[in-house]
């Protein structure tokens, strides 16, 4: 079993910061794929920002040159560093982590989801 722990949601004004941070921890393997994902009252989740075993990030296009996805392997943790953030960024915000297990000689796929954080942007 792999559980994550999410971090760092509240209350910013337009234009302020945060840092959301999604610790994963369990029967891990290797780690892949890490996401922050989101979802406003009254629609549908939608992927903000994700980032590969190797480093390399994608993001919505709304969130582009704001946002950055980064990831400590060393720790199973990713982080996502929102800057200039604006109301419309406001949503509960969660975390998608992929990986393997190994357990008596097999392998074992999983993905897993944070709590979620709630992210709310006002002044």
């Known amino acids: 079993q792999v559980q994550l722990v999410e971090s760092g949601g509240g209350l910013v004004q337009p234009g302020g910061s945060l840092r959301l941070s999604c610790a994963a921890s369990?029967?891990?393997?290797?780690?892949?794929?890490m996401d922050w994902f989101r979802q406003a009252p009254g629609k549908e989740r939608e992927l903000v920002a994700g980032?590969?075993?190797?480093?390399?990030?994608n993001y919505a296009d709304s969130v582009k040159g704001r946002f950055t996805i980064s990831r400590d392997n060393g720790k199973n943790t990713v982080f996502l560093q929102m800057n200039s953030l604006k109301p419309e960024d406001t949503a509960r915000y969660y975390c998608?982590?992929?990986?393997?297990?190994?357990?008596?000689?097999?392998?074992?796929?999983?993905?897993?989801w944070g709590q979620g954080t709630l992210v709310t942007v006002s002044s």
């Open positions: 980032v590969t075993s190797g480093g390399s990030t």
């Open positions: 998608n982590v992929n990986g393997t297990t190994r357990s008596v000689g097999l392998l074992r796929y999983w993905s897993a």
């Open positions: 369990g029967s891990i393997f290797t780690v892949s794929a």
